[in-house]
C-alpha cells in the first residue's frame, strides 16, 4: 500500500504563486511515477503533470499549464512537488496526487486532495 497527503493549497490573487507538495508513504520502492490531477466543480478529473520516476524523471505537462507549472521531486524520491506560478482562475479545482505502481503508468494510489481557489 501507498499512502498520499498533499498539503498547499490555498486561496491566491490571480498572478499568484503556491506550491503543492506530495508526501508518500509506504511501499514507495514500488511507485514508478507521481503526478498531479485537479478536479474542477461540474468537471471530470484532468491530469495536470505527471513525472516518471522509472523512466529518468521525464516530466509531461497539460497544454494549459505549460511554461507555468513544475512538477519535481525530493531525492528521497517520496514527495512530490507542483511549483504553479502566474494562476489564473480558471486554475480553480481540488488538486489531487496520484502515485502509480510498477509496471504500470497509471495511478492507482490517490491523496485525499487539496484545494485551490484563484480569485480574479
Known amino acids: 500500500q501507498v499512502q498520499l497527503v498533499e498539503s498547499g493549497g490555498g486561496l491566491v490573487q490571480a498572478g499568484g504563486s503556491l506550491r503543492l507538495s506530495c508526501v508518500a508513504s509506504?511501499?514507495?520502492?514500488?511507485?514508478?511515477?507521481m503526478g498531479w490531477y485537479r478536479q474542477a466543480p461540474g468537471k471530470q478529473r484532468e491530469l495536470v503533470a505527471t513525472?516518471?520516476?522509472?523512466?529518468?524523471?521525464?516530466?509531461t505537462y497539460a497544454d494549459s499549464v505549460k511554461g507555468r507549472f513544475t512538477i519535481s521531486r525530493d531525492n528521497a524520491k517520496t514527495t512530490a512537488y507542483l511549483q504553479m506560478n502566474s494562476l489564473k482562475p480558471e486554475d480553480t479545482a481540488v488538486y489531487y496526487c496520484?502515485?502509480?505502481?510498477?509496471?504500470?503508468?497509471?495511478?492507482?494510489?490517490w491523496g485525499q486532495g487539496t484545494q485551490v481557489t484563484v480569485s480574479s
Open positions: 496520484g502515485a502509480a505502481i510498477f509496471p504500470s503508468s497509471r495511478p492507482y494510489f
Open positions: 509506504g511501499s514507495t520502492s514500488r511507485i514508478s511515477a
Open positions: 513525472l516518471s520516476i522509472s523512466d529518468g524523471g521525464r516530466t
